[in-house]
């Protein structure tokens, strides 16, 4: 379970450089969105440090923005799903919940008495 823009790329390594380790080739990657959106712009260029074995520069575009938002949009497109906290969202994360939901799986687990029970459900649902 990887919470935030900070992990955004174990979902891509999951998918790429650790596909064929024992340990992670049937892994499943759950990528949790919280409200937490900042407006500085990392410096350097990150696509290169992101590279690792069997990744190329089309899979990381989303990093080449170099902020909150690249990192939240890589995070979901290789995530088995996205979790989206139970939290009051800026319009530019609304937006990219609003495009990721149309082509994959969005779920939100509400923060209340159910929530324990509602990870268990996915999670159940993600092993299967």
């Known amino acids: 379970h990887c919470n935030d823009w900070m992990t955004s ?4 390594y999951l998918k790429t450089t650790y596909k064929k380790d024992p340990v992670f080739k049937d892994a499943k990657s759950v990528f949790t969105v919280y409200n937490n959106e900042f407006l500085d712009k990392f410096e350097g260029n990150l696509v290169d440090k992101a590279k690792m074995l069997d990744i190329d520069d089309q899979m990381l ?6 902020d909150f938002s690249g990192f939240v949009k890589l995070g979901m497109e290789y995530a088995d799903t996205v979790v989206r906290s139970d ?3 800026s319009d530019n994360l609304n937006g990219l919940f609003k495009e990721y939901a149309t082509h994959s799986r969005l779920s939100q687990v509400a923060g209340d008495e159910n929530l324990l029970s509602s990870y268990q459900a996915l999670y159940n ?3 299967n």
């Open 61 to 66: 575009t989303s990093l080449k923005s170099a």
């Open 87 to 89: 939290e009051d969202f």
């Open 9 to 12: 790329l174990i979902p891509l």
């Open 125 to 127: 649902e993600l092993a």
